[in-house]
């Protein structure tokens, strides 16, 4: 059995957005290099995550009938989603002032509040050779900037609500 460390020198969980461009989204979006990996430009690598929640929630139908003692199920569509929260960096958040619609140009908040439609990819553990990720299009939504006595920098939970399917894979020898 093989775990997945998510905390080893270098090899962190990590989130990427980029704008979609209309086009199921790549690898090769995201990274290059990978033998000295590198963000691509124009993408955004969400940073100060506290935690990642990739949720793929099968949709059943269910139903009773007089010759069976037992329920009968069916699948229906999934509803897919991937959620965490975060520490807030101005920057990422808000978007580094460039004078493009990129994700790093707008941040965060305004791929949210502008329904910027956008690519993203979940990778378990870094993103060098053979590394696993999660790959998908959708909105991103429930941004919710908070600070407290509790908690004295500002934080936020984030959603990005999945518009189709994931796609799995692990990063190439050339992206």
Do not use: C, H
Not at 56 to 82: H, I, M, P, Y
Not at 96 to 105: E, F, H, I, K, Q
Request: glycine share 10%; proline share 4%; aromatic share 10%.
């Amino acid at each position: 059995m093989a775990y997945i460390n998510a905390a080893t020198s270098g090899n962190f969980a990590t989130v990427m957005v980029r704008v979609n461009d209309g086009g199921a989204p790549a690898i090769g979006d995201f990274i290059t290099n990978v033998a000295t990996p590198a963000k691509t430009a124009a993408t955004l690598e969400i940073p100060a995550l506290q935690d990642i929640t990739i949720t793929n929630n099968a949709g059943t139908f269910r139903w009773k009938q007089l010759d069976s003692l037992s329920e009968k199920v069916v699948s229906t569509v999934s509803t897919n989603s991937v959620g965490g929260n975060l520490v807030i960096d101005t920057t990422a958040f808000f978007g580094d002032g460039g004078a493009t619609t990129s994700a790093d140009d707008k941040g965060l908040f305004n791929l949210s509040n502008e329904k910027t439609s956008v690519d993203f990819v979940v990778f378990f553990s870094g993103y060098s050779v053979a590394d696993r990720y999660i790959m998908g299009t959708g909105y991103i939504t429930n941004v919710a900037p908070k600070v407290s006595a509790d908690s004295p920098v500002w934080v936020s939970p984030f959603t990005i609500e999945v518009d189709g399917d994931y796609s799995v894979g692990t990063v190439p020898a050339a992206a």
